[in-house]
């Protein structure tokens, strides 16, 4: 039974901030970043991400799942213990996503030594810059909850180039 | 007589979405359909009436892979229109920023999209199992295209940096300076995978293609030269419209690019590499030459070695950029609007992209005209396609697939990524 209250000193909300839903991971980034956590968000580019999982030893993802359940449906899934589920994380260019950077780094021995992705069912992929009701509620409640889970504040720490959290990241 | 109909049915999620329909009767094809779907996105239109100096940021979103083609190409155009000027130091800075998209670009395609076909794998996954120092490597080379864009464009994806005129803040010359080792590693490891790449298994394939490109006497071309071909065709980037005509055909929403006498024609690496090899670094020809290339390749399955090669040049292209980087400055070059008619044409990873616009006397854009490349491949992708199914006639359906596949990734048109979830079905009479 993987550990429900995994610890995390480092936060990828992966997502494109234009695609309503598909902005969930990039909306909480910002969030933790604003009460200090070590936050970024991130567009999915697969090849970009495998390359990220080298700045933390602990990890957590969060990106908008598209798998039929209720929106704002969540799961917790520890990628250490075994490959994400298959098209339940929407791609990004050249279908090099989510799935594509965790089962690239598990290949190559660049998983860092904890990994867990927080999948947020999303309502809404279409143009816009705002979250789905169901969405940004469970959102906002998933926040408090990576709050006391985060090892704390990284002073001083600047996310890099075009990873910033915001509406306006990439 | 047998009738075979292949259908290859959704090539969905990148910049656009196609589809492949052959039907043979006999030893001969009846219909041969290479299908672009994609809706319209009517740039030029949403162009109209803005200002022009938005043209490089709005023109950009058309492509997350080469949008520093985009930018490059509408900042000429408007900078032509409006009698700006770009520096020496401008430019230099603009060549380097285009080096990290090839880069990025190539080894992508290359390394990810195209290699599985010669290695018999299915997808890019499977790849890193079965490869790993390949993919290690190819992982590290497009993080070094990432780099040079994020340093020089403020972002790998889509430059907030870049601006008509040049950009708003130059780098500075350390964080340009600390480029170079990297690049250095590059170089190397480029010629390395095209050696490696150079031992794999190539259907035997070649075509008379015309090939279409940049030409310039001084240097490799990326961001200027005349419009040339290997037919004799020279002309200036603003006699681009009556050198080319596009049409529309049902099957496709992309319009269709051919020479003003009807003949389809290639844009890209092969073309860039045949029409300009003279001017690539002698290591750059070196490689080809190991490679088993000459000054011409005329077989389409080997561009994925032409890319690395030019992957090469562009690592070695950014070390020679950054060694003699001198910070613009200013930054960039104003100037005020005035009416006017201006052309861009670079040469993005995938081949040439042209923009034309008309600027009204207040800067705003009365006209815009956009050919990217894959449009002007398109006719010639369905000239190799027939070509591949006429001479693999002999392969059952899996195989036949595969190879359409392998000839449409070739091209490395934007639809590429897409191949790996083609549905075939094989109708037999």
Redesign the interface.
Known sequence: MPDPRPAFSLFIGVGHPFRRDDAVGPWMAERLALAGCRALAH?G?G??L??RFGMADDILIADATQSGAPPGHIRLIDARAAPLPDRTFR?S????GL??AV??AR??GLLPRSLWVLGIEGQDFGFGETLSPPVARAAEARVEWLLDRHDGPARGWQP???SRPGKKS? | MTERTIKLDLLARVEGEGALYVKLRGQKIETLEFRIFEPPRFFEALLRGRPATDAPDITSRICGICPVAYVMSASQAVEQALGIAIPPEIRALRRLIYCGEWIQSHVLHAAMLHAPDFLGLPDAMEIARAEPDLVRTALRLKKLGNTLMEVIGGRAVHPVNTRVGGFYRAPDADRIAALVPELEWGAGAARDMALAFSRFEFPDDAADYTFVSLVNPDEYPILEGRIGSNRGLDIGIDAFSGSVRESQVAHSNALLAHLADGTPYMVGPLARYANNHDRLPEACRRTAREAGLGPVERNPFKSILVRMIEVQFACLEALRLARSYVVPSPACVEAPPRAGEGFGCTEAPRGICHHSYVIDHDGTLVSASIVPPTSQNQPQIEADLARVVLSSLDLDDDALRQRCEQAIRNYDPCISCATHFLKLTVVRA
């Open positions: 567009t580019d090849a970009d495998v390359g791609n260019t050249h279908e090099f799935a594509f089962e690239t290949a190559l890099p180039p075009g990439p």
